[in-house]
């Protein structure tokens, strides 16, 4: 029995936001990343202040060396490769009535040079990326009005790029509208006030939850073939002990994850909705005809991101960052230096889980260790670590796959080093690819490769046996 099926997608993973840089250039807008100075867990700006370092406005310079960059996932021999088109770059204010055509042509660039060096792109349309414009004057999707411009923004990268790109997914990390919400969902309202927080999380979701189906239904419509999906951040969540209000309250803070999946996969509302929304005084805004298309159009497959465990204890504050839940730490696990626990059985048992539940394809689009990377005098960064981690999470994928889920790809986070969502660092490494820049933007940009890339290749060359040598 194979570890791995044919046609298994290995690769790695980006996001337009915390790679290209350019973030003014060929008439792109302000996203909603251009105004953040220490990534999603800080507060934006109002309007870019001149004297602020900016991380996501250079970031790696994808945006002008992306055939280089290219070339290293080529040589590491990637079937797949992960990034997201900027809205912003498309439509610079979501309002324009024609697209910018200089944003088309680049991600036209890029694709192209992704399918020659043969790597299929797998594309999220909305990864934290909503132009800041639509913020400024909607408060982001908390406004029915995104919705339409949305789908005029899908209909044409659908249309441009449907001989391209065969795997899409819509809204990245959706269920991190209650952790991240200026991220997930572009919106700003006052933390103080519980209720209203909620009512605009679950508005805006629902919002998404009909631009997510209408996004499905074009999708099929331009491109038969191809598949598209949700992405959630689903790493695991136990109860700290056996007391039963621990492993309950663990169960609901799981549901109130998966209510996104459920909403995307199944079609429908979940019935533990309603005594969410009872109990918050929460009345979504609903048109006729919402409840049909989220029915008629779910979602192809689950993508999601998986860093880490943690633990629910009874009563405690539920936080969050792009890690996923933080809870109470679990004793039985070491953790990264950002404190990120390192969990790989969890793996195999969110992919159990999550295909119990859905009967649907998975797809592992995010899951990766952030470090601290030595270079020698030679250029050399020995990160044994990072290859430890992965080659342990890959095995727990191997173990799923044997267990009957289907799991389409592995698109590691990220190949190359990015800018921190969360924090906006360069510090915090993810790739195998090092990228000479600092956290406080000054560097050469030069890349240079890490010893877990020449690992990483020979995973993907021997379709991931050689994890088992």
């Known amino acids: 029995m194979t570890s791995f099926p044919k046609g298994f997608l290995w690769g790695g993973a ?52 992306y055939k280089e960059d290219l070339q290293y996932m080529e040589e590491m021999g990637f079937k797949a490769f992960r990034t997201s088109i900027s809205w912003a770059r498309i439509y610079p204010t979501g309002e324009e009535t024609e697209p910018n055509e200089k944003g088309l042509q680049y991600y036209d660039d890029l ?26 004057k909607y408060n982001g999707w908390e406004s029915r009005e995104l919705i339409g411009l949305f789908e005029k923004y899908c209909r044409t990268v659908f249309e441009r790029y449907k001989n391209q ?17 200026f991220a997930a969902g572009a919106v700003i309202f006052d933390e103080t006030d519980e209720n209203e927080k909620l009512r605009v999380i679950y508005q805006a979701s ?48 799981r549901r109130r994850s998966l209510f996104f999946s459920d909403v995307m996969l199944r079609g429908k509302y979940p019935a533990y909705a309603d005594r969410i929304f009872a109990e918050y005084g929460i009345q979504l805004k609903m048109e006729p005809g919402d409840l049909d298309i989220i029915a008629a159009y779910p979602s192809d497959y689950l993508g999601f991101s998986y860093y880490r465990s943690t633990t629910y204890k009874d009563g405690m ?3 969050g960052n792009t890690g996923g839940i933080i809870g109470e730490k679990n004793p039985y696990l070491d953790e990264t230096p950002w404190g990120w626990q390192i969990d790989p059985l969890g793996l195999r048992y969110v992919c159990n889980e999550l295909y119990d539940r859905y009967q649907k394809p998975l797809f592992i689009v995010e899951n990766g260790m952030g470090s601290n990377d030595e270079v020698t005098e030679d250029n050399k960064i020995h990160d044994d ?31 190359i080093d990015i800018v921190s969502a969360g924090t906006g660092e360069m510090k915090k490494r993810y790739g195998f690819v090092y990228v000479d820049k600092d956290n406080e933007g000054k560097g050469t940009l030069a890349r240079y490769k ?20």
């Open 14 to 65: 980006i996001a337009a936001n915390q790679a290209e840089g350019a973030y003014l250039d060929d008439g792109k807008g302000l996203a909603i990343s251009d105004v953040l100075t220490n990534g999603f867990l800080s507060d934006p700006d109002k309007a870019v202040e001149p004297e602020k370092y900016y991380p996501s406005h250079e970031a790696i310079d994808f945006y002008h060396r």
């Open 111 to 136: 694709f192209g040079e992704m399918l020659k060096r043969g790597m299929e792109p797998v594309v999220t349309l909305s990864h934290y990326e909503t132009p800041y414009a639509l913020t400024e």
């Open 165 to 181: 790109v065969s795997y899409w997914m819509t809204f990245n990390e959706i269920n991190n509208m209650h952790t991240i919400p």
């Open 206 to 253: 629902h919002n998404m939850f009909v631009a997510s189906a209408m996004a499905n239904k074009l999708c099929h419509e331009i491109m038969p073939e191809a598949q598209i999906g949700c992405m959630l951040s689903l790493s695991a969540v136990y109860p700290n002990t056996c007391k039963p209000e621990d492993i309950f309250g663990a169960m609901s803070l």
């Open 317 to 319: 504050k539920i936080l």
């Open 385 to 415: 670590y990072r290859i430890d981690y992965t080659k342990k999470h890959l095995v727990e994928v191997a173990e799923a796959v044997k267990d009957g889920v289907p799991v389409m790809g592995y698109t590691y986070w990220g190949p």
């Open 450 to 469: 890490k010893d877990s890339f020449d690992w990483y290749k020979k995973v993907i060359q021997t379709n991931g046996d050689s994890l088992f040598e």
